[in-house]
């Protein structure tokens, strides 16, 4: 789709200026590189600075195309075709259109053939991250689930695009504020040319350009500077130089400067405030609070930083255009970091961490002794009761012994009125005792 627009776009170029179509496949081709940030060499010249709306318009194009293709409960093995296919495809056709641009060369002997590696380099990473943006919204919670990292990520990827859209708004505003500003600048620019179709040229070029003059703007918002070949760029000083006849630069500011570009500052804080309060939305003790607004800041910074890098390179005799790399990044990374600290802690996005429950060893049941029981004063001459026995505990089961039966009483002393010869027998009594 977006090869037919570019060569869509070619012929109505070449209609317009009222040339021949000689040189179509080699400038559609050279074109579609182009929206890839590979450089174009033109004459000896070289276009380094290739725009960002188009570039941006692939990455979004290719993340919606894999996140309708890919299935949130699908399988691994379906997941990366879908992803070889979003890389395949355009690394075979930027093959093509370096086979067409070697093959226009020798006719445009102005044109000459971009070197490939960087050209499939470029193609390349475009469509990485677009396939990776785009899966990764439909995969990304299975596949963090599955894994050991914790479980507040999501929440710094959402602070992350939170403080880059901010950041990126913010700096709009101040591109347009500036843009009314200096509107002689912006006329005087338009003047270079006097046909309509001219002026509709400078003002389709310069909506292409847009997102690079809000990407210098940020880095001029942060404390980094942005140059256009020798001038340059920063909330505290401006060095003069020459510049592109594009409408849109009209808003780079003419020294000297005032002081109310120091007031430009107040974008970076506002940016950073947005970040700590995405931070904050789910409150989580200090340590994941203070690393997921360290890992959102992290990758905020590097998205800036290769922004900046792809929206810069080399522009014909003007020299390099882009922002300082140095301090781009770094000085996105503390202010997000510094500011948003300060939102997080008091906005509430920071909680105690619960206490571990100690845990007590019970204690075994010990029963208390039984209090002596204390003994009756004995007074001398008074009988002294027998105490009684102590009752002691007889298990259930057992059966008591039966008392013993009593003795039969003794025989008691004799009569004395018996004699006890009259219960003697002797052996020569024949009768009856009295008679002899």
């Not at 093509?96 to 390349?124: E, K, N, Y």
């Not at 700096?171 to 046909?195: C, E, Q, R």
Request: hydrophobic share 50%; glycine share 10%; aromatic share 6%.
């Amino acid at each position: 789709m977006a090869l037919v627009i570019i060569a869509a776009i070619v012929l109505l170029q070449l209609l317009i200026a009222n040339s021949d179509m000689t040189g179509a496949l080699g400038a559609t081709a050279s074109m579609w590189l182009g929206v890839h940030l590979v450089p174009v060499s033109i004459g000896g010249a070289e276009l380094g600075v290739m725009p960002l709306l188009p570039m941006l318009a692939m990455v979004w194009a290719t993340a919606r195309t894999t996140a309708a293709a890919t299935s949130p409960n699908g399988s691994w093995f379906v997941t990366r075709w879908i992803v070889a296919s979003a890389l395949g495809g355009p690394l075979l056709i930027a093959a093509i259109a370096l086979a067409v641009i070697h093959d226009a060369a020798s006719v445009l002997t102005d044109l000459q053939t971009p070197h490939a590696l960087r050209a499939f380099g470029g193609v390349l990473a475009v469509h990485a991250i677009g396939a990776v943006v785009g899966v990764g919204s439909r995969v990304g919670r299975r596949l963090l689930a599955a894994s050991p990292l914790p479980a507040w990520l999501p929440d710094a990827f959402r602070a992350a695009v939170a403080g880059v859209l901010a950041l990126a708004g913010l700096s709009g505003v101040v591109m347009v504020g500036s843009m009314v500003v200096h509107w002689s600048t912006m006329h005087d620019l338009y003047s270079i040319t006097d046909s309509t179709f001219g002026q509709l040229s400078l003002t389709v070029l310069s909506v292409l350009y847009i997102p690079n003059v809000i990407v210098g703007t940020a880095a001029v918002a942060v404390g980094s500077s942005a140059h256009v070949g020798l001038a340059t760029f920063s909330s505290f000083t401006v060095f003069g130089g020459d510049i592109p006849a594009l409408p849109v630069l009209a808003a780079v500011p003419s020294p000297p400067l005032g002081p109310v570009w120091v007031a430009l500052l107040i974008v970076a804080a506002a940016s950073a405030v947005a970040v700590g309060q995405q931070c904050a939305r789910r409150p989580v003790p200090l340590g994941s609070a203070m690393g997921k607004l360290a890992v959102a800041s992290a990758l905020a910074a590097l998205t800036m930083a290769l922004l900046g890098h792809a929206g810069g390179g080399r522009l014909g005799n003007f020299g390099d255009v882009g922002v300082d790399q140095a301090t781009f990044g770094p000085a996105v990374f503390l202010w997000f970091v510094g500011i948003g600290a300060l939102t997080v802690a008091m906005t509430g996005g920071i909680t105690r961490r619960p206490r571990a429950p100690k845990t007590v060893a019970a204690e075994p049941d010990v029963e208390p002794e039984p209090e002596p029981e204390p003994e009756p004063d004995v007074v001398e001459g008074e009988p002294v009761e027998p105490s009684e026995p102590a009752e002691t505990d007889v298990p259930a089961e057992a059966e008591l012994d039966p008392e013993p039966e009593p003795e039969p009483p003794a025989a008691g002393p004799p009569d004395p009125l018996d004699d006890p010869e009259e219960h003697f027998v002797a052996d020569d009594d024949g009768g009856p005792p009295g008679t002899r």
